[in-house]
């Protein structure tokens, strides 16, 4: 009998690790809403000033030739800089995103005519595309310029024959997305056209990496989900790991299957950079370089002739029509590596916020003497709540001095003078909800990305 007390004391007094991870996720999200509810007052003063304000800034361009453009990913930043750069070229914006994020602060934008939600397309595909089809009709679309989450974007492919018959869809088809969001095929094409790659290697089973022979290579390698996952893509393990076993323990934890296959890459030690490109016809017409890294909450303008030479080659030898974004390592040598493509809006385009040519480079068909880049006078862009958290990793009198330069030399990406209000309705309303719906279902989350606009959870979007 005592033996029998003494095994059912731990089951009755120590909670199940799936209580814990509700315990913590309910004091996380208190705990962050408590943070919010104390900024509001500061930011909602800052917003009715501006509103004040609004009537001595610069009004809009009046268009020789308006048009209606459909904008998707409503939650995130970069479509709210695209639909301003829209609207501040006399252009008039319908801003669209998915039910799960009705509450899209961004849709109380002056820069925003109508916003719209539709299906989740992974859910069902033929609902977005009709979706998309009855918007484009309702409000005389011009143009649907697709700024994608990774999952969107194939769908947004699929859609483009449908869409096309009334209204440009400035997007790939979808062979070409596909291509270019396979991490290994996306590598196989550029390699092909002599553009410098890492080293890759398709992985469908772990086996294929444990009994990999490491020994003939002179680099290390890392392994990436080839399809989208917001919280492993962080995870750059450097393989082979000290032993054997260890690398198979940590090949084995991941989810490698034919269904679900895996690439992996040579890693190359170097300077992290991304690009954002806007082209057509194979032309490049908008081009950004910005240092870069695995969460990248900072743009600030590189010049990198032999990057932008890599992407010029790439997009005129498969005359693409969309926006491309890329991932580089430039090694100790100077060599750029292209290390990822993703077919699809880069954040990197907030770096845009001043420049008064984008519209154009989207809309316009009359070739460009030059790509477009940042102005010269732009500041690097960044999120001011990103930045407030960055201030508990400080630790010295110098960190926070160079803290304290990145913001007096920047700009928050999503506050603007002439259109404030996006700037407290995201914070206090589109992530304020997201937290409570959370909060409801006592779920977890990892962490707060105010850029794309979600909380990044295991198995999220």
């Known amino acids: 009998m005592a033996q029998s007390i003494s095994l059912s004391l731990p089951q009755s007094t120590t909670p199940s690790k799936g209580v814990r991870l509700k315990i913590v996720a309910l004091f996380k999200t208190i705990g962050t809403l408590t943070l919010l509810l104390i900024a509001l007052p500061l930011n909602a003063l800052i917003v009715l000033i501006s509103l004040m304000c609004r009537p001595f800034t610069k009004k809009p361009a009046v268009a020789a030739h308006p048009q209606n453009i459909l904008v998707s990913g409503g939650k995130m930043t970069k479509a709210l800089q695209l639909a301003r750069s829209f609207h501040a070229a006399g252009h008039r914006v319908i801003l669209i995103e998915g039910h799960k994020y009705w509450l899209s602060g961004h849709r109380f934008s002056n820069a925003v005519s109508r916003f719209y939600t539709v299906p989740a397309p992974q859910d069902d ?69 002599g553009l410098s790659v890492p080293k ?22 890392i392994l990436k989900s080839i399809s989208y996952d917001s919280v492993r893509r962080l995870n750059l393990t450097k393989l ?31 300077k992290e950079l991304c690009t954002h490109s806007t082209v057509r016809d194979g032309e490049l017409r908008l081009h950004c370089c910005s240092n870069s890294s695995a969460f990248q909450i900072n ?34 040598d100077g060599t750029a590596y292209a290390i990822e493509c993703n077919p699809r809006t880069h954040s990197a385009i907030t770096m845009f916020y001043n420049h008064p040519g984008v519209a154009e480079a989207y809309l316009g068909k009359t070739p460009l003497a030059a790509p477009l880049e940042p102005l010269a006078d732009s500041k690097s862009t960044y999120w001011i709540y990103h930045e407030i958290w960055r201030l508990t990793g400080i630790r010295s009198g110098q960190q ?62």
């Open 125 to 193: 595909p033929e609902g977005y595309t009709q979706a998309l089809l009855a918007i484009v009709k309702r409000e005389k679309i011009d143009v649907y310029v697709p700024v994608c989450s990774p999952v969107a974007s194939y769908y947004d492919s699929l859609a483009k024959s449908a869409l096309s018959e009334y209204c440009e869809v400035f997007h790939f088809d979808a062979d070409i997305t596909k291509m270019l969001d396979d991490k290994f095929a996306f590598t196989d094409q550029a390699r092909s056209l």
């Open 400 to 461: 926070l001095q160079t803290w304290f330069g990145r913001l007096v030399r920047g700009t928050d990406a999503i506050y603007r003078l002439d259109d404030p209000i996006p700037f407290l309705t995201l914070h206090h309303w589109q992530i304020t909800l997201l937290l409570l719906q959370n909060l409801q279902r006592l779920k977890g989350w990892v962490k707060i990305d105010f850029n794309i606009g979600k909380l990044v959870e295991l198995g999220g979007d």
């Open 200 to 221: 890759s290697f398709k992985i469908t089973d772990p086996e294929q990496v444990i009994n990999f022979d490491f020994s003939k290579e002179t680099r290390k390698y």
């Open 240 to 270: 082979p790991c000290d032993t054997p076993e260890e690398t198979a323990a940590f090949v084995k934890s991941l989810p490698i299957s034919p269904e679900k296959p895996w690439i992996m890459q040579e890693f190359i030690p170097g």
């Open 299 to 332: 743009y600030e303008n590189v010049e990198n002739p032999q990057i932008q030479e890599w992407v010029q080659h790439f997009v005129k030898s498969l005359r693409l029509t969309g926006q491309i974004s890329l991932d580089f390592i430039q090694a100790e």
